[in-house]
């Protein structure tokens, strides 16, 4: 019988600890707090799941996480199949292939405060480049400090100038990792592009597709830093996502026990979404 060398887990164990540092203390402070009251001085009282039904109950919560699956959606439905599209558009060989890999990667390379900030600046109906122009050239009443509808087409344009290059990044790899004998197959069989996509490029992008759209789903799911930046969760409260009424709760009111119920229910809900995503995209390939 082959005997296992188990040393190398002491290679591990750095990275283990590391994390058990970073994320599992922190995480069991949160759920103590998600069980008591505090009213300071270090003073805790037995809450029990009173917060977690407080928060679940709640409309504000709600309506929260209703604006961050809407979000959510439009992201993944807007940036996935574009993706694919400049993917499919880009050179396989040749000097302009490193050319496109660069420009591709630059949007993702900017700090997200500094993303925020930019397009801040750059949509302002007065100053802004493209506020000004789209109010004092074309005539388009545009002004993201005021119409919420101008609040939500700016942040989600945002995030699709910033991170659809992820996944056309990852859906270019899948796509020049296909040998060059399927499509010699089907250029003999006469197959059309849309045939070679469906059949060929698509089953075999499936993979890195899966990871992008996880990726994606989970960053765009838990965003603070370029909506808030950006809009702060207004006008009113049209743009507040989950994440930024999380944190308008924990420092903005100091309501610990409820902040912390609500960021324990946002980590289930995370988990348990990308958990179903996973699941469904997988299934094929388990039977």
């Given at each position: 019988m082959k005997t296992e060398n188990q040393r190398a887990w002491f290679l591990v164990l750095p990275v283990l600890l590391l994390v058990a540092f970073n994320a599992l203390i922190p995480m069991m402070t949160v759920v103590n707090y998600s069980v008591q009251e505090t009213f300071g001085d270090n003073l805790f009282f037995w809450e029990g799941l009173g917060w977690y039904e407080q928060i679940l109950r709640s409309e504000r919560f709600h309506a929260a996480l209703g604006r961050q699956f809407l979000f959510t959606g439009l992201i993944l439905v807007i940036e996935v199949p574009l993706g694919i599209i400049i993917a499919l558009s880009m050179p396989r060989q040749g000097i302009w292939v490193p050319v496109c890999l660069v420009l591709m990667a630059l949007p993702m390379l900017i700090p997200w405060n500094v993303v925020g900030a930019m397009w801040n600046i750059f949509t302002l109906p007065d100053i802004g480049l493209l506020g000004y122009f789209l109010n004092h050239t074309l005539?388009?009443?545009?002004?993201?400090?005021?119409?919420?509808?101008?609040?939500?087409?700016?942040?989600?344009?945002?995030?699709?100038?910033?991170?659809?290059?992820?996944?056309?990044?990852?859906?270019?790899?899948?796509?020049?990792?296909?040998?060059?004998?399927?499509?010699?197959?089907?250029?003999?069989?006469?197959?059309?592009?849309?045939?070679?996509?469906?059949?060929?490029?698509?089953?075999?992008?499936?993979?890195?597709?899966?990871?992008?759209?996880?990726?994606?789903?989970?960053?765009?799911?838990?965003?603070?830093?370029?909506?808030?930046?950006?809009?702060?969760?207004?006008?009113?409260?049209?743009?507040?996502?989950?994440?930024?009424?999380?944190?308008?709760?924990?420092?903005?009111?100091?309501?610990?026990?409820?902040?912390?119920?609500?960021?324990?229910?946002?980590?289930?809900?995370?988990?348990?979404?990308s958990w179903l995503f996973y699941t469904l995209m997988t299934r094929d390939d388990l039977n």
């Open positions: 005539g388009i009443n545009y002004d993201m400090t005021q119409d919420p509808l101008a609040a939500w087409i700016t942040i989600v344009t945002m995030d699709v100038w910033h991170w659809t290059s992820l996944v056309v990044l990852l859906a270019y790899a899948g796509l020049v990792s296909i040998p060059d004998a399927y499509y010699q197959a089907a250029k003999i069989d006469g197959a059309s592009n849309w045939a070679v996509f469906r059949f060929i490029q698509l089953p075999k992008m499936k993979n890195v597709l899966t990871i992008a759209i996880l990726l994606r789903f989970m960053d765009s799911f838990n965003i603070y830093t370029e909506p808030f930046v950006l809009t702060g969760g207004g006008p009113g409260n049209s743009t507040t996502l989950l994440s930024i009424d999380l944190v308008k709760m924990a420092l903005g009111q100091f309501d610990l026990g409820p902040a912390a119920a609500m960021s324990l229910i946002y980590f289930a809900i995370t988990l348990g979404v």
